[in-house]
């Protein structure tokens, strides 16, 4: 069975201190990983979609990477404003849905 | 451009009740998909179309949910006899086409209040 795992459920970190979010699938066949941000009250914005293993995206502070078995979205120098929800969805082989994660909660402290 | 609309934004109703919960797609996509969100957890995929027929609608969990998409454009998802169990915040997506990597942007939800 598809199954998409993320940790830590939540993390808080001072402003400007690194860290790495990991999420951890199984699926019968990858055909894009996803990442995503959710404000409280608001829908999933997306960030990247990345394709296969080795794939690397950058979007300011965010680099999100892939390998056969997880990915991670590594945060430099976080600011307040990077506090959210980021959430990992895949897309199996088999189907056109996405498969998400419960979501890591990211609180930056000023 | 204009992203994705639900309405409405919160639905509080009563055990039993009949509920209507309407998509606005981004103009032109032709994929649209609705997903079941509860508290801390990811969005749980739900029924999708391309175009005006159901795709897949695998994710629905009983009978009393049913999704429409008339024209290819707005999307109702219609909920019978609600139950305290369906209360949670309902997402809809839209993406430019069904093809396997199109990215779906999602709409703000509305957040379902079953009493």
């Known amino acids: 069975e598809d199954q998409v795992t993320q940790s830590p459920e939540a993390l808080r970190l001072q402003e400007g201190e690194s860290s790495s979010l990991n999420c951890s699938y199984t699926?019968?066949?990858?055909?894009?990983l996803f990442w995503y941000r959710q404000d409280p009250g608001k829908g999933p914005e997306f960030l990247f979609t990345?394709?296969?293993a080795g794939e690397e995206k950058e979007k300011e502070r965010l680099k999100a990477t892939l390998t056969k078995k997880e990915s991670f979205l590594h945060i430099t120098a976080p600011k307040p404003e990077d506090s959210a929800t980021y959430l990992c969805?895949?897309?199996?082989?088999?189907?056109?849905?996405?498969?998400f994660g419960a979501g890591t909660r990211l609180t930056v402290k000023p | 451009g204009a992203g994705v609309s639900q309405t409405p934004s919160n639905k509080v109703t009563e055990k039993g009740k009949y509920v209507e919960l309407r998509c606005d797609p981004i103009?032109?996509?032709?994929?649209l998909y609705w997903y079941r969100q509860s508290l801390g957890q990811g969005p749980e995929f739900l029924i999708y179309?391309?175009?005006?027929?159901?795709?897949?609608d695998s994710g629905l969990p009983n009978d009393r949910f049913f999704a429409v998409r008339p024209e290819g454009s707005v999307s109702t998802l219609k909920i019978q006899r609600t139950e305290r169990g369906d209360s949670a915040v309902y997402l809809c997506?839209?993406?430019?086409?069904?093809?396997?990597?199109?990215?779906?942007?999602f709409g703000p939800g509305t957040r379902l209040t079953v009493l």
């Open positions: 699926v019968s066949g990858l055909r894009g």
């Open positions: 969805a895949v897309k199996p082989n088999n189907n056109n849905d996405m498969r």
């Open positions: 990345l394709y296969s």
């Open positions: 103009s032109g996509h032709t994929a």
């Open positions: 179309f391309q175009g005006t027929g159901a795709a897949d």
């Open positions: 997506a839209s993406s430019l086409t069904a093809g396997s990597l199109d990215t779906q942007y």
